[in-house]
């Protein structure tokens, strides 16, 4: 009897363990329109109503395509840290005359660091557009807009770092480049985490 039953628990036991890890194993229901293809993809974000948000008008030319979805998220990402670059840029001829030379020096290296953050952007543009490869090749293109794109987020963070130390000024220049910053960092964290699914979906043989 007692050998009956925990040959039963066994049983049970296994067969839960079985089936918690296909459930886990298996992916989402496929989306059933481009909508909710977004959507569904962007629930794998950090910030997932940032993502739905400034993805959503892009549905008709995404389509179900994780390559394309990437690709525009990066595109969004470029037009906002360009934005934010000249906005920062504008910031630091107010700053150089406005008498804390440690506010001024956190304006002007943010500017360089979102300097290069376009620079990287850009670039993860360009490969997006021209990914050429299948299997290792492709995914080593890939893995350059990863590079890139962790930069770049790693240069927003950065940036709000080197803010750290300056008292809030007046102007509230400071909190302004800092709220701007986190904004900017949310759709780059997507970005990536958007390309890590596409990259995801590349099959080695
Ligand atoms: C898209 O699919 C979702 C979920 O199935 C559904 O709620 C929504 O109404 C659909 N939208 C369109 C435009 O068909
Ligand atoms: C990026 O977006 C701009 C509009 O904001 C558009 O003109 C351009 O064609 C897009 N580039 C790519 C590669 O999607
Ligand atoms: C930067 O300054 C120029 C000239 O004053 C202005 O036209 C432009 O709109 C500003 N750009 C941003 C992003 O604030
Ligand atoms: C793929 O594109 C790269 C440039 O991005 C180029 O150097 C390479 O020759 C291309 N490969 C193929 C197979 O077209």
Redesign the pocket.
């Given at each position: 009897m007692k050998i009956h039953i925990s040959s039963t628990l066994l049983f049970f036991l296994s067969t839960t363990t079985f089936l918690t890890l296909t459930t886990a194993g298996n992916p989402p229901p496929p989306p059933s329109n481009d909508t909710d293809f977004i959507h569904t993809s962007c629930r794998t974000t950090l910030y997932p109503q940032t993502c739905i948000n400034s993805l959503s008008g892009y549905s008709s030319a995404v389509q179900r395509d994780p390559g394309r979805l990437a690709r525009v998220a990066i595109n969004v990402t470029l037009s906002k840290t360009k934005h934010m670059a000249k906005y920062v840029s504008n910031l630091t001829r107010d700053v150089d005359y406005g008498g804390s030379p440690r506010l001024a020096a956190a304006v002007h290296d943010c500017h360089s660091l979102l300097a290069d953050a376009v620079y990287g952007v850009r670039e993860s543009l360009g490969?997006m557009g021209?990914l050429?490869?299948t299997g290792e090749a492709l995914r080593f293109?890939i893995s350059n807009v990863q590079t890139w794109m962790s930069a770049a987020l790693t240069n927003l963070e950065t940036c709000t770092d080197g803010f750290e130390d300056v008292a809030a000024d007046g102007g509230g220049v400071k909190d302004d480049v800092c709220g701007r910053a986190v904004k900017v960092k949310e759709v780059t964290s997507n970005a990536l985490a958007l390309v890590n699914s596409f990259a995801d979906t590349v099959q080695t043989p």
């Open positions: 490969q021209t050429n490869g293109q």
